[in-house]
């Protein structure tokens, strides 16, 4: 069975400070990773995607991540947060079959962004 | 192009009871999965539908079960409701055969059970 784990449950960031947000994952095959996003009092959107190629992905709204695979880790960054990033994230990976994905979270790490 | 839709927004049930959420597809995409959030927790898959059959399940007991409809959209049916099965419990729907196989989801359903 796979899982992941974010390290951090809680991220409090001021203004303009660089964001980095663990992820690791267990999974002996193939996996495809994302980041989604959850505003409050919105949807959970999708920040970013790897499914193969470069190991560095880059997403909406100025985020990244680097799959390692031999650490078995998906980290976020942000080189420089804005209050409007004040939300949950949270990483996933998927088992593909022939409809699409079946994603397994993390518990999430909620950032609050200072002004 | 709608997005994904469901029904109720709320709904306070009562221990024993059986309960239906609803589910309308983004406009276009014909495979529907659902996942349960309790509070403070990550979304946990339920199960998914394609072709109106289940297609894969998650670690939920069998009084967990769905329907998906000829239009793709979907129901989620949960039977002798427990106080735990109180969360939020999200839809999202994908378009099987893309690349991309990325989920889109619904604001989902607060299910609160006393």
């Known amino acids: 069975a796979q899982s992941v784990s974010q390290h951090n449950h809680h991220v409090i960031l001021s203004e303009a400070a660089s964001l980095e947000l663990g992820c690791n994952y267990s999974?002996?095959?193939?996996?495809?990773l994302f980041w989604y996003v959850q505003y409050p009092g919105q949807h959970l959107q999708l920040l970013l995607k790897y499914f193969s190629g470069d190991p560095l992905v880059k997403g909406i709204k100025g985020f990244e991540a680097e799959f390692i695979k031999s650490k078995f880790s998906f980290n976020l960054r942000k080189p420089s947060v804005q209050w409007s990033d004040t939300a949950e994230y949270f990483c996933a990976v998927s088992t593909l079959n022939n409809a699409g994905n079946m994603l397994t979270f993390g518990g999430g790490t909620r950032l609050m962004v200072k002004p | 192009e709608t997005g994904v839709t469901q029904s109720p927004t709320h709904l306070i049930k009562t221990r024993g009871q059986q309960v239906t959420l609803r589910c309308s597809s983004q406009s276009g995409h014909n495979t529907v999965s659902w996942y349960q959030q309790a509070l403070g927790q990550g979304p946990q898959f339920i199960f998914q539908?394609?072709?109106?059959?289940?297609?894969g399940r998650g670690n939920f007991p069998p009084r967990f079960s769905g329907l998906q409809f000829p239009n793709y959209s979907s129901e989620l049916n949960v039977n002798a409701l427990e106080l735990d099965d109180s969360a939020l419990y999200l839809c999202?729907?994908?378009?099987?055969?893309?690349?991309?196989?990325?989920?889109?989801f619904g604001p989902g359903t607060r299910l609160t059970v006393t």
């Open positions: 999202a729907s994908s378009l099987a055969g893309s690349s991309l196989y990325e989920q889109y």
């Open positions: 999974y002996g095959g193939t996996v495809n």
């Open positions: 539908y394609y072709r109106e059959e289940e297609n």
